[in-house]
C-alpha cells in the first residue's frame, strides 16, 4: 500500500500554495545562514534530500557547489532542471525515495529543509534517513535538519486557518494525535465548483527527541537552534533546526 507523499497529484496541487512568491525570496537568506551553520569550502558536494522544486539546490549551484538533488516527486525534479538553468555547475537530481538514497561518504553537506521530515508511518524509517545521511557525509561534513518543532508548534497551535493562496480558498484543519507524536493535517481547497481534501499526519520531534534520534544515527557535535539563522531553541524559536556532524 503506497503512502500518502508518494500521490505525485497532491503535490502538483498544492506547489502554489508552498511555494509561492514568499518562500521563494526567502532563499538567498536562507542558503547564506547555511553557509554560517555549516561552513563549507568552495565547490564542496552538497546533498539536498526532499530537494522538491530545487529553490535550495538552485542557489547552491548558483554559487558554484556541486549539488545532488533527490526527491520522490518526478515533476518536482523537472521544475528543479528549469530553476537551476543557468548554474556554473549543474546539479545533479535524482528520482529516488530518500530512504534508499545511499552514497557514502561523498558530501561535505547533507540538507533536509522546509519540514520535509516526519512523513513516514513508521518512525523507524525516520531514523533510517538519518542513519542513510550520516552514512553519506564525509567525515567532519554536516547535516542541517529544519522541521517544526513539537515545542514550537505546541505554542503555536491553531484548530483551523482560513486564507486565500495560489488562486484557491484554503481552509485547514489540524488535531493532535497520539499524544503529540504528531499532528493530523486536514487541507480543502475550493476553486469555484473545484473541491480537494486530503489529509495526513506529520510526526513531530521536540529538541530532546531530535537530539537523540541524531546520536542514535551517528552524528556527533549537535546544536539545536530556533531558525536557520541560528536564533536560541526558545520560546521565541521559528521552527527546530539540528546542526550535526560526523567525524
Not at 46 to 55: H, K
Not at 212 to 234: C, H, M, N, S, V
Request: with cysteine; net charge negative.
Amino acid at each position: 500500500m503506497s503512502e500518502w507523499f508518494e500521490d505525485e497529484t497532491f503535490w502538483i496541487t498544492y506547489a502554489p500554495l508552498m511555494f509561492d512568491e514568499v518562500r521563494w525570496a526567502e532563499v538567498k537568506t536562507s542558503v547564506d545562514n547555511i553557509l554560517k551553520l555549516a561552513p563549507i569550502g568552495p565547490g564542496a558536494p552538497v546533498l539536498d534530500i526532499c530537494c522538491g522544486v530545487g529553490r535550495h539546490t538552485s542557489e547552491f549551484a548558483r554559487r558554484g557547489f556541486a549539488v545532488t538533488g533527490v526527491d520522490i516527486t518526478q515533476a518536482y525534479l523537472d521544475a528543479a532542471k528549469e530553476t537551476a538553468a543557468g548554474a556554473p555547475i549543474q546539479p545533479e537530481f535524482i528520482h529516488q525515495d530518500i530512504r534508499h538514497f545511499l552514497r557514502p561518504k561523498s558530501f561535505k553537506l547533507c540538507l533536509n529543509l522546509f519540514a520535509s521530515f516526519g512523513y513516514f508511518g513508521n518512525p523507524r524509517d525516520d531514523l533510517l534517513v538519518l542513519k542513510n545521511c550520516a552514512r553519506n557525509l564525509s567525515p567532519g561534513g554536516w547535516f542541517i535538519l529544519e522541521t517544526l518543532g513539537k515545542e514550537v508548534e505546541a505554542r503555536d497551535f491553531l484548530v483551523t486557518e482560513e486564507f486565500e493562496r495560489g488562486g484557491w480558498q484554503v481552509r485547514t484543519e489540524y488535531e493532535v494525535v497520539d499524544d503529540w507524536e504528531g499532528v493530523r493535517n486536514r487541507w480543502i481547497l475550493r476553486d469555484g465548483d473545484k473541491v480537494v481534501d486530503r489529509s495526513f499526519v506529520l510526526r513531530l520531534y521536540s529538541a530532546l527527541e531530535m537530539k537523540t534520534a541524531l546520536r542514535e544515527a551517528g552524528f556527533t557535535q549537535i546544536d539545536i537552534f530556533g531558525g536557520l539563522d541560528g536564533r536560541p531553541y526558545d520560546q521565541n524559536a521559528l521552527s527546530l533546526v539540528a546542526r550535526a556532524a560526523v567525524k
